[in-house]
């Protein structure tokens, strides 16, 4: 086999595979013994068929899989040998390419690649980019600590309902039954419930009754969209029981239930203790804002050159449902998704981020203890968490999501080094306008937002969660069908 390849400016490169029957000849005779072993023809015993006959029959079929097994080995080989940087996959060049598998002999195979662009980020010319930083304030430490309260409180079921913090379960209709909070009906009807009697019945227009058709929906165990416009929805409402909760006296019994692994010991200890609590609650979604508002402003500002052509062709290639028309005005989607990888693969190698299978165990363990086990965890309870971080650690899907989230965590923490921020401080409602504002102002983004793609990460990084990690695989090149000199090359995902 004869490789032609000479380096020329710019990212494009062709490279030409000229193969002669030598090159092929052994290997596809010795597939044809091989199906002649295993061919069934009728009128002959397995495996003494003629060989004119084998020829015949398999053939064609077994030629084009030994050329195109040698060149995708040869396009693996020229890629290693020349340690070539590139982008996507090789793409076929028809025009330059000569094959013809109804008359084989010699056959060029002409394809084009693309470098990898070298990439350059220069932190102290990027603008600035915002990032929240949530403080928790009065009111919202006041409501985590009753709802606190309410999860360590005393819960009975007395016979009387005693006042709008109750809740109830009815019957109503033939055979239905519901749940309701006092504290989601109008102040009107949930008095029309005090001193009521387990057993003792009200007649109520449920529309009128609820403070939110939303909380009527959740009673009627339908979507709010289905509930029908002018129904007051009226029922005879039968007490099935009553419950009622006496929210837990803040002492010391308190704190250590709601604060076992803390010295919390007093008021004010309590409310740093909540407030950080609360803080962690909303570090994914300020993360999450934070890589959205840092992906699109290293896209808009670090240069990266994109061969768009070349990609385009690539894109129509890969993507079956993909038309020249809609390529055109979704391009700058992809292109958006390209130029992030590759500024991504930069900072990964910067930043030397790194998620491995140990994270993801960390993450799960300390998601179980803390949202099943909390105040009764005790040392005696870790074989059942190894059981239950070992049954997550199966399901690769949601691997995947908490090796997403740990990695841009990770990757973000980089960042907020490095990146010129601007810190907006505030409380939760001003963390919900700061979204909104940050949504209306912004310039019209791709409707496909690129985000981090962590399969490219893990192939430069060489990681993979929970499993070995492993070696990027080589481009393939596919060959044509025998009736047809066209070349197809296929995206190995």
Do not use: C
Request: hydrophobic share 35%; no cysteine.
């Amino acid at each position: 086999m004869n490789i032609k390849h000479e380096n020329v400016p710019g990212l494009l490169q062709e490279v030409f595979f000229e193969i002669s029957k030598e090159d092929y000849a052994a290997n596809l005779e010795a597939a044809l013994k091989k199906q002649r072993r295993a061919a069934s023809v009728p009128g002959f015993r397995a495996g003494n068929a003629p060989m004119a006959m084998i020829k015949k029959m398999y053939e064609p079929t077994l030629l084009v899989q030994e050329v195109d097994k040698l060149v995708n080995e040869s396009m693996a080989k020229f890629i290693e040998d020349n340690k070539i940087q590139y982008i996507l996959e090789p793409l076929p060049i028809e025009e330059k390419s000569k094959v013809d598998f109804q008359n084989p002999d010699n056959f060029v195979f002409a394809y084009e690649y693309s470098l990898r662009p070298e990439v350059s980020v220069d932190y102290s010319k990027l603008p600035v980019v915002k990032d929240f930083r949530y403080v928790a304030s009065k009111d919202e430490i006041d409501r985590q600590i009753d709802q606190l309260r309410e999860r360590y409180g005393n819960y009975t079921t007395p016979e009387v309902v005693e006042s709008d913090k109750d809740n109830v379960s009815v019957k109503y209709g033939e055979d239905k039954t519901g749940y309701i909070f006092l504290k989601d009906l109008t102040d009107k009807f949930a008095k029309k419930f005090i001193g009521k009697k387990v057993k003792e019945t009200i007649k109520v227009k449920l529309r009128e009754a609820f403070a939110d058709e939303s909380a009527l929906a959740r009673f009627l165990r339908i979507d709010a969209k289905d509930l029908e416009e002018g129904n007051k929805y009226e029922e005879e409402l039968t007490i099935d029981y009553i419950g009622h909760l006496d929210l837990a006296e803040i002492n010391e019994e308190f704190y250590k239930k709601a604060f076992p692994d803390s010295n919390v010991k007093d008021e004010k200890t309590m409310r740093t203790a909540v407030a950080k609590m609360m803080e962690q609650q909303y570090e994914s979604p300020i993360n999450q804002r934070f890589m959205n508002d840092a992906i699109e402003l290293l896209i808009d500002n670090v240069p990266v050159e994109l061969p768009d052509d070349f990609v385009k062709r690539y894109i129509l290639l890969v993507q079956k449902d993909m038309t020249p028309e809609k390529l055109e005005t979704e391009y700058n989607q992809y292109k958006r998704a390209f130029q992030w990888q590759l500024i991504e693969n930069v900072l990964l190698k910067e930043n030397e981020v790194k998620v491995d299978a140990d994270d993801v165990r960390s993450y799960f363990r300390k998601y179980f203890i803390d949202n099943y086990f909390g105040a009764i965890y005790s040392k005696e309870m870790e074989p059942r968490i190894d059981e239950m971080v070992n049954e997550a650690m199966k399901n690769q899907d949601t691997v995947k999501q908490v090796y997403d989230m740990l990695f841009d965590l990770k990757l973000s923490n980089k960042l907020r080094d490095k990146l010129n921020i601007e810190i907006v401080e505030g409380d939760g409602q001003a963390f919900m306008t700061y979204i909104t504002k940050g949504e209306e102002t912004k310039e019209a983004a791709p409707a496909k937002k690129p985000r981090a793609k962590k399969a490219a990460a893990k192939k430069e990084t060489e990681e993979t969660p929970a499993e070995e990690p492993k070696k990027k695989a080589a481009p393939k090149a596919k060959t044509a069908k025998p009736k047809t000199t066209k070349k197809t090359t296929k995206k190995e995902e």
